[in-house]
T-cell receptor, first 116, second 109 residues
Framework: EAQVTQNPRYLITVTGKKLTVTCSQNMNHEYMSWYRQDPGLGLRQIYYSMNVEVTDKGDVPEGYKVSRKEKRNFPLILESPSPNQTSLYFC???????????????FGDGTRLSIL | EDQVTQSPEALRLQEGESSSLNCSYTVSGLRGLFWYRQDPGKGPEFLFTLYSAGEEKEKERLKATLTKKESFLHITAPKPEDSATYLCAVYGGSYIPTFGRGTSLIVHP
């Protein structure tokens, strides 16, 4: 089954304790990205990666890091989490072609992070 | 800066009562408008992509249309299982999509 898998689904932690949210896709997609979803603000992109060699900032990258060592994995790293990073996070992947451009994204089921 | 405004924020319909959701956008050079459906506790699920004004796409009870300033998601004779939040997103001049805040649809039996 084609899917994007995120772990953990829920996490409650404390300020300053480094954490990693993993994301894996089994569709051989080039493009992967991370979003946060906050009430009243909609989905906002944190980082995206067009392939294992190219990663770039989205609209709200401050306080986050990403890594794309393999095509299928795209972990989100919070080095020193703060309460304002409490949110619902989604990983997504899609096909990518410079000729075709943007393609529909497949989303994971989300990770709810609470930073105390 | 790309902008997307969805209206209404919330919509309640009776089963069989057709209606439309609106997505107004401002973007420099539209490179795609996407509609997604999001159920509680789930990630968004792709519905349609529209690339140029005049384009229309249909899937079961849903039909998406696009003009140069807005897109409509028409829901014909909705059923309770159509209840969800519907999201609109646009790509303009960058690789970063701009999402609207969504329309929460509830269809009563």
């Amino acid at each position: 089954e084609a899917q994007v898998t995120q772990n953990p689904r829920y996490l409650i932690t404390v300020t300053g304790k480094k954490l990693t949210v993993t994301c894996s896709q089994n569709m051989n997609h080039e493009y992967m990205s991370w979003y946060r979803q906050d009430p009243g603000l909609g989905l906002r992109q944190i980082y995206y990666s067009m392939n294992v060699e190219v990663t770039d900032k989205g609209d709200v990258p401050e306080g986050y890091k990403v890594s794309r060592k393999e095509k299928r994995n795209f972990p989100l790293i919070l080095e020193s989490p703060s309460p304002n990073q409490t949110s619902l996070y989604f990983c997504a992947s899609s096909l990518w072609s410079t000729g075709v451009g943007n393609q529909p994204q497949h989303f994971g089921d989300g990770t709810r992070l609470s930073i105390l | 800066e790309d902008q997307v405004t969805q209206s209404p924020e919330a919509l309640r319909l009776q089963e069989g009562e057709s209606s439309s959701l609106n997505c107004s956008y401002t973007v420099s050079g539209l490179r795609g408008l996407f509609w997604y459906r999001q159920d509680p506790g789930k990630g968004p699920e792709f519905l349609f992509t529209l690339y140029s004004a005049g384009e229309e796409k249909e899937k079961e009870r849903l039909k998406a249309t696009l003009t140069k300033k807005e897109s409509f998601l028409h829901i014909t004779a909705p059923k309770p299982e159509d209840s969800a939040t519907y999201l609109c997103a646009v790509y303009g001049g960058s690789y970063i999509p701009t999402f609207g805040r969504g329309t929460s649809l509830i269809v009563h039996p």
